[in-house]
């Protein structure tokens, strides 16, 4: 990828926008399913197994891709792939009819705005996150889960012996595909957050867990007087320095290797935790967020950045990732204000207040006390 285009971030539409139109298909879909035998929409839920495997399966083979020049038919894309020519058109087919591709009338696929979405190569893809959300771990964990309903401890481990870190640690390819998806998913964010925050206030910014650095990068280019530091695993950390050098910050980033659970790095006045706390249960958060406040002095800020999902709430992506959470993560959970409320004050910060970003996060202050 070349740095402009790693610069380069799509307009996106206005939170409260994506907020009514979230709920006007919430809505839709209710009225539509109010309207045909109940049997069809829950056949539809009921083999969503299948659309993981399948978005999964599309992205590893990069279908997407292989379109961006034009529409091709399943023969060609079963023969650039070494696949089943029949498999290829059944399983291109099924995608069009949940809405990714289209199918034109000389019976060639095409990209549609959803493919397009699994492009590799551009700004915000979800290609790394639907390869991910259909690996074989992944999908593994899942299988098991009344198992979590049953004991509410996460599957992952049951399953495969181990927490999902330790998974990655010994599955570098994955460990890769991951941080590549939450670097997507982040560059995403990342403008809006730096922007939403009054970030002139601070000197230095440690990103804590902050995979490659994509979110610490954004921060740094729209704030030129900032310096930071970027903490996480060291096979994590040994991957950072690529999207560091292709923003330009490299020479203002200290990188630093560790376990959170150990210790954060001291130093600096504004520490962020991105979609970290999400991952790991109570106790574990506040075990966290202490290390961060011993890190700290009285009146230096915590910037929590996560979804804020309150127990009402069921529009939008909130309640799934929850229990995607659940599932995978160490009895992670998304949470509501009262929730950060309380961590925070079990662990020696005041929740001073929720910034909104213009994305679907949010920016949760909490102040050293
Ligand atoms: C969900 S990802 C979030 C990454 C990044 N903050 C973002 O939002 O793009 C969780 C991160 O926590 C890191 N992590 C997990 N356990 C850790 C630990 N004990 N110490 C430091 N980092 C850890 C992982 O390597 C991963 O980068």
Known sequence: ?????????????????????????RWLLALANAMVPPQLPLFELATGIGRTHMLGTAARLKLADLLADGPLDAAQLAARTSRD??????????????????????GRFANN??????????????????????????????????GTL?????????????????????HPEERSVFAAAMGSMTQLDAPGVARAYPFREVRRVCDVAGSRGALLAEVLVQHRHLSGVLFD????????????????????????SGSFFDKVPEGCDAYLLKNILH??????????????????????????????VEKQETAGIGPLSDVQMMMVCNEGRERSRADFARLLQLSGFQLS????????????????A
């Open 279 to 308: 991952d790991w249960d109570d106790e574990r958060s506040v075990t966290i967020l202490q290390n961060c406040r011993r890190a700290m002095k009285p009146g230096h800020r915590l910037l929590i950045v996560e979804l804020v």
């Open 1 to 25: 990828m070349s740095s402009s285009e790693a610069t380069r971030v799509p307009g996106l539409p206005p939170r409260f926008l994506v907020k009514i139109v979230l709920g006007f298909r």
């Open 113 to 146: 705005r959803l493919s397009n979405g699994l492009r590799s190569g551009r700004v915000g893809t979800f290609r790394d996150f639907a390869d991910y959300f259909g690996s074989a771990s992944n999908v593994n964990a899942w299988a098991d889960f009344d």
């Open 85 to 106: 020519p029949d498999a290829m058109q059944r399983m291109m087919r099924a995608l069009v009819t949940v809405g990714v591709f289209a199918l034109r009338r000389d």
């Open 233 to 256: 695993n060291a096979g994590v950390i040994a991957t950072a320095g690529p999207l560091l050098g292709a923003r330009g910050v490299a020479d203002r980033v200290e990188l630093s």
């Open 353 to 368: 207040r929720v910034v909104p970003t213009p994305t679907l996060m949010s920016i949760v202050e909490g102040v050293a």
């Open 150 to 170: 049953q004991t509410g401890k996460n599957a992952f481990e049951r399953v495969h012996g181990m927490s999902v870190w330790d998974w990655f640690d010994r």
